[in-house]
């Protein structure tokens, strides 16, 4: 028989559970100790220690390098924790903040040209708040000279057409990372065309597809946000985006 005073299980502490599964380190994600650590911090969703990591990191690391080879690794192996069912929405909430200071600590060492290549209006799509590929793209574009015009998240298809009217960018960005709120970029590429505004419309995230984006006009697919700087490059040296497209995509 049971003793009366033993804990009753009747609720179950899966938050308890997955703490103690944070104390891991993440799964190898770089042979560089250091860069392996900020993964680490990123994955257990510690902002001050990636803070302090990325800071490490950077004092003898390329910022491209601490992006591409713990952040971006890192915001991955957090997408599949959560896939298979290891983090919840608060875990990943953690984990994004911590990237997000990491990609902020990266901009800065980068630093931004003094002069000013051209204007690229960036934003993520209506309906969707997942930032954190644009913010990728942002910082990549200022480090690369590039004016950057950013929108933000969940941006409605109106507010992206007037933004490309006002500021007449060489190459306007879409991100999305879900099935529902890519529909989004047909319609602006329609809307651009209507308004006689023929800019390559670069449009990347989890969610989207090389055949979807090719799939309409003014579109070009971006695969990694490492590529956002050379297409702008092209665009600003007046590739249109049939001639971005067939160099970019297959
Ligand atoms: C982090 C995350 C969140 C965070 C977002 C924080 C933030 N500020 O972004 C939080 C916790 C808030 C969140 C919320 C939700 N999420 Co969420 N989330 C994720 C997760 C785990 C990772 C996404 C991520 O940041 N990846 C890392 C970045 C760097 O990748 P990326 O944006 O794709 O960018 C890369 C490339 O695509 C490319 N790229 C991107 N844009 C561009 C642009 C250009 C120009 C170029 C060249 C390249 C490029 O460059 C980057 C790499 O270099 C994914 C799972 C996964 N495995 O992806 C789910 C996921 C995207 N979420 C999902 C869902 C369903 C939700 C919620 C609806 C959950 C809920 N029930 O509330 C809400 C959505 C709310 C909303 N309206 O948007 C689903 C989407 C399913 C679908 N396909 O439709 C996913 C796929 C999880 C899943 N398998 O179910 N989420």
């Known amino acids: 028989m049971k003793d009366a005073m033993s ?51 950077l004092r003898s690391r390329d910022p491209r390098e601490v992006i591409d080879q713990s952040l971006i690794p890192g915001m991955k192996e957090v997408g599949r924790l959560w896939e298979i069912g290891e983090y919840f929405l608060p875990q990943v909430i953690l984990s994004s903040d911590a990237m997000v200071a990491g990609i902020t600590l990266c901009e800065e060492r980068m630093g931004r040209a003094m002069e000013k290549k051209a204007k690229v209006v960036t934003h993520t799509a209506e309906g969707d708040i997942h930032d954190i590929g644009q913010a990728i793209v942002n910082a ?17 298809v109106d507010e992206v057409v007037e933004a490309c009217r006002v500021h007449k960018p060489v190459m306007v ?35 989207v597809s090389e055949d979807f984006v090719t799939g309409f006009e003014l579109g070009v697919w971006g695969k990694e946000a490492s590529q956002a700087p050379g297409m702008a490059e092209d665009a600003l040296n007046g590739l249109g985006w049939s001639e971005m497209r067939a160099k970019w995509n297959g």
């Open 140 to 156: 990549l574009l200022r480090a690369s000279g590039f004016d950057v015009v950013n929108l933000g998240a969940d941006v409605p």
């Open 7 to 57: 804990p009753v299980p009747i609720f179950t502490r899966y938050d308890l559970t997955i703490d103690a599964r944070r104390g891991e380190a993440a799964r190898r994600i770089s042979e560089d100790p250091l860069l392996q650590r900020v993964a680490d911090c990123l994955v257990r969703g510690d902002e001050e220690g990636t803070a302090t990591m990325v800071a490490e990191a």
């Open 173 to 207: 960005t879409g991100t999305a990372l879900m099935t529902t709120t890519m529909t989004a970029f047909p319609k602006i590429a329609a809307r651009l065309k209507q308004a006689g505004l023929q800019i390559p419309f670069v449009c990347g995230g989890g969610a």
